[in-house]
């Protein structure tokens, strides 16, 4: 089974950025849907962002245009460059892809 570890997370005031990255234990990224998903308190678990094995991306309308998913093949890593952040985008981030979850990050945006 691959293992995903995303890093990056932590806490930014409204307005600023933050740059996820998600590691795969096996060479996935470049043959496999990477996807960024997150869970606030109390609310369901949203797809936020994904990319699939030809390159095209895919976004949660509330967050298109601040946020951007990429991938860097050679390192098996996924990225999601977060801009514009609001307080409602707090909520722990996680990779997935096909069978694989990460663990999460947590994404806390203050006012």
């Known amino acids: 089974q691959v293992q995903l570890v995303e890093s990056g997370g932590g806490l930014v005031q409204a307005g600023g950025s933050l740059r996820l990255s998600c590691t795969a234990s096996g060479s996935i990224v470049s043959t496999n849907a990477m996807g960024w998903y997150r869970q606030a308190p109390g609310k369901q678990r949203e797809l936020v962002a994904l990319?699939?094995?030809?390159?095209?991306?895919n976004y949660a309308d509330s967050v298109k245009g601040r946020f951007t998913i990429s991938r860097e093949n050679a390192k098996n890593t996924v990225y999601l460059q977060m801009n514009s952040l609001k307080p409602e985008d707090t909520a722990v981030y996680y990779c997935?892809?096909?069978?694989?979850w990460g663990q999460g990050t947590q994404v806390t945006v203050s006012s």
């Open positions: 990319i699939t094995s030809f390159g095209s991306t």
């Open positions: 997935a892809t096909p069978g694989s």
